[in-house]
């Protein structure tokens, strides 16, 4: 079957992500490959995004854009972080990676494939969006690809509306959600869902984290070749979804209150993602690079 970015690439001239061969280097390779494409996509977009702002008291502000920064890893790999500060995004990253080395006595027994020698590669790309407008959501992406004895993909995405979702910014954000993984198989969807409700919670709090989406890991169904166009339709599905809603949403007027309210529930981001996050964990227990990991916290946030 052929993905809907596949589509588009044979309509642009893009790379053609479908001509991969069948060992594992060369996957790793379309992988990551991959994950730099669309970064650099959803950066494009966002900027463009930036310059469209016509409404709200930051109109009269520069756009911004995105700055670049590469890292090294102590044991093998490195990667790239993109952050924008601007004035619809009051703070985006979208950062990718690459890494490989050995996982720790402790950690490999955690990691499928990787009891015997603790032997790992990961690429992958990971978003936080954090707006200025709190009537538009924040979001969060990630898509990865592992590699041990075994290998598969992973990832999805969640929108976290910071006001009451009135308008039904959740609704068009699943919406986009489903078709990218119904085009690939209709029992996707509700297994994915469920599994993000699941994992996106505050036990501590007993609430979600926001609105939902989906995620995945393991995913290893036998056709590397289906599950690597899942992933990509999963990151061009969220780009689409959430360009759309920050466009209908970013030129509405809000007050102090709403401001505040925003910065509340900012707090149950940051306690997620320091509390429960597997993500944090991983880039935590492989010596990742503490900026990146650490750079879907916001920029401002209170608790009441």
Excluded at 220 to 226: F, R, T, V, Y
């Amino acid at each position: 079957m052929q993905s809907q970015n596949d589509k588009a690439n044979a309509a642009t001239g893009e790379t053609d992500f479908q001509s991969v061969g069948t060992d594992i280097e060369s996957r790793k390779t379309a992988a990551a490959g991959w994950f730099a494409t669309l970064r650099d996509d959803i950066c494009a977009t966002f900027e463009t995004i930036e310059t469209e702002l016509a409404g709200t008291s930051k109109a009269d502000q520069r756009p911004g854009n995105f700055a670049r920064k590469s890292w090294n890893r102590e044991g093998g790999g490195g990667g790239e972080m993109s952050v924008m500060h601007g004035r619809v995004f009051e703070k985006v990253g979208v950062n990718i990676s690459t890494v490989h080395g050995e996982f720790s006595e402790e950690f490999r027994a955690k990691i499928p494939g990787a009891a015997a020698d603790g032997k790992f590669w990961a690429g992958g790309i990971s978003l936080v969006a954090h707006m200025q407008n709190p009537h538009v959501p924040a979001a969060h992406m990630n898509t990865r690809f592992i590699v041990t004895s075994t290998s598969w993909f992973g990832g999805g995405g969640d929108l976290t509306p910071l006001l009451p979702d009135e308008d039904g910014a959740g609704a068009t954000f699943h919406a986009g959600l489903k078709a990218a993984c119904d085009a690939h198989n209709p029992a996707y969807y509700p297994r994915f869902k469920a599994w993000c409700d699941e994992y996106f919670y505050l036990p501590h709090r007993d609430e979600p984290r926001g609105a939902g989406g989906i995620f995945y890991d393991n995913l290893d169904s036998g056709d590397w070749d289906a599950d690597f166009a899942l992933t990509r339709d999963v990151g061009t599905s969220f780009r689409d979804a959430y360009a759309g809603i920050v466009r209908a949403r970013m030129n509405r007027e809000w007050d102090e209150a709403e401001r505040h309210h925003q910065l509340v529930r900012r707090g149950r981001y940051v306690e997620f993602n320091l509390l429960h996050d597997r993500g944090t964990l991983f880039g935590l227990k492989t010596g990742g690079n503490i900026e990146a990991i650490l750079m879907s916290l916001p920029p401002e946030v209170r608790w009441p």
